[in-house]
Protein backbone atom coordinates (compact mmCIF):
# COMPACT_ATOMS: atom_id res chain seq x y z
CA UNK A 1 0.00 0.00 0.00
CA UNK A 2 1.14 2.99 -1.48
CA UNK A 3 -0.42 6.94 -0.72
CA UNK A 4 1.64 9.73 -1.82
CA UNK A 5 -0.16 12.69 -1.11
CA UNK A 6 1.03 16.01 -1.51
CA UNK A 7 -0.36 19.49 -1.08
CA UNK A 8 -0.82 22.67 0.77
CA UNK A 9 -3.03 23.01 3.66
CA UNK A 10 -2.75 26.06 5.35
CA UNK A 11 -4.98 25.93 8.76
CA UNK A 12 -8.18 23.67 6.15
CA UNK A 13 -9.86 25.31 3.84
CA UNK A 14 -12.84 27.27 1.73
CA UNK A 15 -12.42 30.22 0.12
CA UNK A 16 -14.25 32.85 2.57
CA UNK A 17 -14.37 36.03 4.25
CA UNK A 18 -13.10 34.80 7.22
CA UNK A 19 -10.02 33.03 5.62
CA UNK A 20 -7.00 34.62 6.64
CA UNK A 21 -5.89 33.79 3.10
CA UNK A 22 -8.55 35.92 1.88
CA UNK A 23 -7.94 38.40 4.15
CA UNK A 24 -3.73 38.49 3.22
CA UNK A 25 -5.64 38.55 -0.73
CA UNK A 26 -8.17 41.34 -0.11
CA UNK A 27 -5.05 43.77 1.20
CA UNK A 28 -2.73 42.96 -1.69
CA UNK A 29 -5.32 43.31 -3.63
CA UNK A 30 -5.66 46.87 -2.25
CA UNK A 31 -2.23 47.73 -2.39
CA UNK A 32 -1.96 46.60 -6.08
CA UNK A 33 -4.58 49.05 -7.13
CA UNK A 34 -2.97 51.81 -5.17
CA UNK A 35 0.67 51.22 -7.51
CA UNK A 36 -1.38 51.03 -9.94
CA UNK A 37 -2.44 54.70 -10.04
CA UNK A 38 1.35 55.47 -8.95
CA UNK A 39 2.93 53.62 -12.50
CA UNK A 40 0.23 54.10 -15.03
CA UNK A 41 -2.92 52.00 -16.26
CA UNK A 42 -0.44 50.34 -19.08
CA UNK A 43 1.74 48.71 -16.95
CA UNK A 44 -0.78 48.22 -13.96
CA UNK A 45 -2.62 45.73 -15.99
CA UNK A 46 0.19 43.56 -15.91
CA UNK A 47 -0.22 43.71 -12.13
CA UNK A 48 -3.33 43.08 -12.14
CA UNK A 49 -3.21 39.99 -14.66
CA UNK A 50 -0.27 39.01 -12.06
CA UNK A 51 -2.66 39.06 -8.65
CA UNK A 52 -5.29 37.37 -10.31
CA UNK A 53 -3.01 34.15 -11.31
CA UNK A 54 -2.04 34.63 -7.54
CA UNK A 55 -5.43 33.90 -6.27
CA UNK A 56 -6.45 31.28 -8.78
CA UNK A 57 -3.43 29.64 -8.08
CA UNK A 58 -4.36 29.60 -4.26
CA UNK A 59 -8.05 28.85 -4.98
CA UNK A 60 -6.57 25.69 -6.89
CA UNK A 61 -3.98 24.81 -4.08
CA UNK A 62 -7.52 24.82 -1.36
CA UNK A 63 -9.34 22.48 -4.29
CA UNK A 64 -6.70 20.05 -3.84
CA UNK A 65 -6.10 20.04 -0.59
CA UNK A 66 -10.02 19.44 -0.06
CA UNK A 67 -9.26 16.06 -2.93
CA UNK A 68 -6.35 14.34 -0.46
CA UNK A 69 -8.03 15.05 2.56
CA UNK A 70 -11.02 13.20 0.70
CA UNK A 71 -8.98 10.71 -0.37
CA UNK A 72 -7.39 9.89 3.00
CA UNK A 73 -10.70 9.86 4.80
CA UNK A 74 -12.14 6.81 2.36
CA UNK A 75 -9.46 4.89 2.28
CA UNK A 76 -9.07 5.07 6.55
CA UNK A 77 -12.59 3.03 5.96
CA UNK A 78 -10.49 0.00 4.69
CA UNK A 79 -7.43 -0.22 7.40
CA UNK A 80 -9.57 0.55 10.66
CA UNK A 81 -11.60 -2.24 12.58
CA UNK A 82 -14.50 -1.18 14.11
CA UNK A 83 -16.20 -3.61 16.99
CA UNK A 84 -19.33 -5.97 16.11
CA UNK A 85 -21.98 -3.60 17.08
CA UNK A 86 -20.46 -0.99 14.72
CA UNK A 87 -20.95 -3.07 11.91
CA UNK A 88 -24.78 -3.12 11.24
CA UNK A 89 -26.73 -0.70 9.26
CA UNK A 90 -24.85 1.86 7.58
CA UNK A 91 -21.47 2.99 7.38
CA UNK A 92 -21.69 7.08 8.08
CA UNK A 93 -19.08 9.44 8.04
CA UNK A 94 -20.29 12.69 9.24
CA UNK A 95 -18.38 15.84 8.09
CA UNK A 96 -18.47 19.15 10.70
CA UNK A 97 -17.80 22.57 8.74
CA UNK A 98 -16.12 21.33 5.72
CA UNK A 99 -18.72 21.32 2.94
CA UNK A 100 -15.98 21.24 0.03
CA UNK A 101 -14.65 17.96 1.86
CA UNK A 102 -18.09 16.29 2.15
CA UNK A 103 -18.76 16.76 -1.21
CA UNK A 104 -15.38 15.45 -2.10
CA UNK A 105 -16.48 12.33 0.13
CA UNK A 106 -19.67 12.01 -1.45
CA UNK A 107 -18.23 11.54 -4.91
CA UNK A 108 -15.21 8.77 -3.66
CA UNK A 109 -17.80 6.85 -1.70
CA UNK A 110 -20.46 6.70 -3.88
CA UNK A 111 -22.05 3.03 -4.14
CA UNK A 112 -19.01 1.97 -1.97
CA UNK A 113 -19.23 -0.31 0.96
CA UNK A 114 -17.66 -0.89 4.01
CA UNK A 115 -17.91 -4.63 4.03
CA UNK A 116 -21.48 -5.15 3.54
CA UNK A 117 -22.25 -1.51 5.15
CA UNK A 118 -23.03 1.28 2.46
CA UNK A 119 -21.39 4.05 3.18
CA UNK A 120 -23.54 7.80 4.30
CA UNK A 121 -21.79 10.82 4.10
CA UNK A 122 -23.65 13.78 5.99
CA UNK A 123 -22.35 17.31 6.16
CA UNK A 124 -23.75 19.21 9.70
CA UNK A 125 -22.67 22.66 11.12
CA UNK A 126 -22.81 22.63 15.07
CA UNK A 127 -21.91 20.06 17.52
CA UNK A 128 -25.89 19.21 18.38
CA UNK A 129 -26.42 17.69 15.00
CA UNK A 130 -23.21 15.87 15.47
CA UNK A 131 -24.58 11.69 15.93
CA UNK A 132 -23.91 8.42 16.31
CA UNK A 133 -21.05 7.33 13.14
CA UNK A 134 -18.02 5.50 12.02
CA UNK A 135 -16.08 8.15 11.02
CA UNK A 136 -15.86 11.90 12.38
CA UNK A 137 -14.15 14.43 10.81
CA UNK A 138 -13.84 18.04 12.31
CA UNK A 139 -12.96 21.07 10.41
CA UNK A 140 -10.46 23.10 11.21
CA UNK A 141 -12.64 26.36 11.80
CA UNK A 142 -14.95 24.01 14.31
CA UNK A 143 -12.25 22.86 16.09
CA UNK A 144 -12.87 24.96 19.23
CA UNK A 145 -16.53 22.75 19.34
CA UNK A 146 -14.31 19.27 20.36
CA UNK A 147 -14.61 19.28 23.79
CA UNK A 148 -18.67 19.51 23.39
CA UNK A 149 -18.24 16.63 20.54
CA UNK A 150 -16.11 14.55 22.60
CA UNK A 151 -18.61 14.62 26.04
CA UNK A 152 -21.36 14.03 23.19
CA UNK A 153 -19.91 10.71 21.76
CA UNK A 154 -18.74 9.01 24.91
CA UNK A 155 -16.54 6.27 24.48
CA UNK A 156 -18.78 5.67 20.87
CA UNK A 157 -16.80 3.59 18.06
CA UNK A 158 -16.21 6.91 16.43
CA UNK A 159 -12.62 7.30 14.52
CA UNK A 160 -12.59 11.02 14.96
CA UNK A 161 -10.34 12.89 12.84
CA UNK A 162 -8.99 16.68 12.78
CA UNK A 163 -6.82 18.99 10.68
CA UNK A 164 -5.47 21.52 13.18
CA UNK A 165 -2.36 21.55 15.36
CA UNK A 166 -2.70 20.09 18.99
CA UNK A 167 -5.71 18.40 18.60
CA UNK A 168 -4.17 15.02 19.59
CA UNK A 169 -4.18 16.67 22.90
CA UNK A 170 -7.86 17.33 22.26
CA UNK A 171 -8.86 13.82 21.89
CA UNK A 172 -9.12 13.27 18.42
CA UNK A 173 -7.28 9.80 16.62
CA UNK A 174 -6.21 10.90 13.69
CA UNK A 175 -4.96 14.72 12.89
CA UNK A 176 -3.89 15.72 9.29
CA UNK A 177 -1.03 18.50 9.75
CA UNK A 178 1.71 19.86 6.43
CA UNK A 179 5.15 18.83 7.48
CA UNK A 180 7.59 19.58 4.01
CA UNK A 181 4.99 21.04 2.18
CA UNK A 182 3.30 17.99 2.24
CA UNK A 183 -0.05 16.94 3.53
CA UNK A 184 0.55 13.90 6.65
CA UNK A 185 -1.27 12.60 9.51
CA UNK A 186 -0.50 11.87 12.74
CA UNK A 187 -2.16 9.24 15.10
CA UNK A 188 -2.42 8.48 18.74
CA UNK A 189 -3.28 5.35 19.64
CA UNK A 190 -4.73 5.92 23.15
CA UNK A 191 -7.52 8.09 21.78
CA UNK A 192 -8.32 4.94 19.34
CA UNK A 193 -8.04 2.22 22.37
CA UNK A 194 -10.67 4.46 24.32
CA UNK A 195 -13.59 4.17 21.19
CA UNK A 196 -12.56 0.58 21.43
CA UNK A 197 -11.03 1.21 17.07
CA UNK A 198 -7.95 -1.13 16.33
CA UNK A 199 -6.06 -0.24 13.15
CA UNK A 200 -3.82 -2.39 10.70
CA UNK A 201 -0.31 -1.96 11.08
CA UNK A 202 0.20 -0.40 8.10
CA UNK A 203 -1.81 2.89 8.97
CA UNK A 204 0.91 3.21 11.33
CA UNK A 205 4.08 2.46 9.50
CA UNK A 206 2.18 5.47 7.42
CA UNK A 207 1.57 8.04 9.94
CA UNK A 208 3.97 11.03 10.04
CA UNK A 209 4.00 10.15 13.98
CA UNK A 210 2.60 8.15 16.07
CA UNK A 211 1.91 8.65 20.05
CA UNK A 212 0.95 5.92 22.35
Not at 53 to 82: C, H, P, R, S
Not at 117 to 129: F, G, L, R
Not at 176 to 188: A, H, Q, S
Not at 189 to 212: F, G, M, P, W
Amino acid sequence: MCWVIKGRMKSNSRLRNDNPVIKVLHVNKLRIRKHMMMIGYKDSRLHLSLFLLFFVFIANGYAQEEKYIGLFVYNFTKYFDWPESAKTGDFKIIVLGHPSVYEELTRLCAGKKVGTQNIIIKNVNTAEEVGNCNILFVGHWHSRLLPDIITKMGNQPTLLITEMEGMLDKGSAINFVIRDGTIKFELKSSNLQSHNLKTDQRIRELAYKVID
